[in-house]
């Protein structure tokens, strides 16, 4: 009923910049929170980003200040650009979005995206 689809990694050389995109589609009525979370094969999947719909931001403390999250309201999109990128951000991001669908107007659910892969070369 609703889906995410990501976009925007790659490959970069430390120092660089990418910019994640999120854009969600289907029977959306509204979407609350988005956020983005990151994913290596040793640890739990942990938030990055998180915005909410009044604009409400928090960030993980290790950003420190190279990321940004904003959202396009009409478009149903999430950003994350993201700069100075270190190894140690090389993960897979996924983006989550709490919905609103048309069949309740009322009740919301969370949705995943696929996930995308950044890899930072040292």
């Known amino acids: 009923q609703v889906q995410l689809v990501e976009s925007g990694g790659g490959l970069v050389q430390a120092g660089g910049s990418l910019r994640l995109s999120c854009a969600a589609s289907?029977?959306?009525?509204?979407?609350?929170?988005m956020e983005w979370y990151r994913q290596t094969s040793g640890i739990q999947r942990e938030l990055v980003a998180t915005?909410?719909?009044?604009?409400?931001?928090k960030y993980a403390d290790y950003v420190n200040g190279r990321f940004t999250i904003s959202r396009d309201n009409a478009k149903n999109t999430v950003y994350l650009p993201m700069n100075s990128l270190k190894p140690e951000n090389t993960a897979v991001y996924y983006c989550?979005?709490?919905?609103?669908?048309?069949?309740?107007?009322?009740?919301?659910?969370?949705?995943w995206g696929q996930g995308t892969q950044v890899t930072v070369a040292s």
């Open positions: 989550y979005a709490d919905v609103i669908t048309y069949a309740t107007r009322m009740v919301q659910y969370g949705y």
């Open positions: 289907g029977s959306i009525f509204s979407i609350n929170t």
């Open positions: 915005m909410a719909s009044g604009g409400r931001i």
